[in-house]
C-alpha cells in the first residue's frame, strides 16, 4: 500500500528485456533506507518487488502483464521515475489509498502554466476515466493528485511548484505517456452494486431419490 506521496526522483541505470518480460536496476537513494530483498517500491506508481539490493540502487522484475498495462515499456536508460516505498503502519497518510496496480496509460495532452500552478491535461481511455470524478484523487505516474476537471475525452490536474520540483513532471512532455491508477474506493463500490447472476439450482428429482426422499 502506498500513499501517492513521492520520495524522490530514481533514474533508470538499466534494463534488461526478456521476451515478455524485463528486469529493471533503477539509481536510487532515500528508498535504500531499511529496504530489503522482497520489499515493495512503487516505480511511476508500479509495485515492484526489490530483487537485488546495491549501494546505490535496486533492480526488480517487469512481469508481462505489467509491460502490457503500463508505460514502463517506454521508459529507456536514464529515464527519471518516481519512487516511493510502501506506506508503513505507523507513517503519515498524507496522499489517498494507492495500491500500485495501474489501471492503464494515459496521454499528456496538454501543459500550461496559470500563475504559479502547472496544469496538465492528460487523454485517457473510457474505461479509465468512468472512475475518474472532479475534486477525486488520481494517481499520475505514483503522485497523489486532485483532479481539477473532467472532459469526455480526458481530465486535467493542477499542481503546486513542490511538486512538480519533487517529481518527473518537470521533464514531462506533451505526447508523453503516463501511468494511471484510479481511486480503488470506487471500484469496489461499482463491483459491490452489480448484481449477482442467479445460482443454478442443483437440486433435482433424481438427486433426492439417490439420497432416499
Known sequence: MFTGIVEEV???????????SAVLTVRAKTVLEGTRIGDSIAVNGICLTVRQLFPDG???DVMHETLNRSALAQLSVGSAVNLERAMPANGRFG???????????????????????VWYTIHAD???LRYVVEKGSITVDGISLTVAAVEPTGFAVSTIPHTVRQTNLHQRHKGDFVNLETDVVGKYI???LQPEAPKQNTLTKEMLLRCGF
Open 95 to 117: 496522499g489517498h489509498i494507492v495500491a500500485g496496480h495501474v489501471d492503464g496509460i494515459g496521454r499528456i495532452a496538454n501543459i500550461r502554466k496559470d500563475d504559479t500552478a
Open 10 to 20: 530514481g533514474t533508470i541505470k538499466s534494463i534488461n528485456r526478456g521476451q515478455h
Open 126 to 128: 473510457p474505461a479509465i
Open 190 to 192: 461499482e463491483k459491490l
Open 58 to 60: 535496486f533492480a526488480a
